[in-house]
């Protein structure tokens, strides 16, 4: 791991953030950041090949559709508090 400088985000908050970063939910300076974190720290970025594999398998067994119809879909039963 590298140690983080005061401009940089440290190790951990790239771990916390992989999840955001991978699916593109970060604005572009903060992806910006973990990007070039990722580019100098080897543990980091061994993370976020592993995270990034995890996702591309689970996207590619998952079917979204149950998602897309909401908990009821999931769990078989009515949302709670619809009637």
Do not use: N
Not at 50 to 64: K, Q, T, Y
């Amino acid at each position: 791991m590298t140690a983080s400088l005061p401009s940089d985000l440290s190790c951990e908050e790239v771990v916390l953030l992989l999840w955001e970063y991978l699916d593109e939910e970060l604005d572009d300076a903060r992806r910006a950041q973990i990007r070039a974190h990722l580019a100098e720290c080897e543990h980091c970025e061994g993370q976020a090949t592993f995270e990034a594999a995890f996702l591309r398998s689970l996207r590619a067994v998952v079917d979204l559709a149950p998602v897309a119809r909401g908990i009821e879909g999931l769990t078989g039963g009515p949302k709670r508090g619809a009637e």
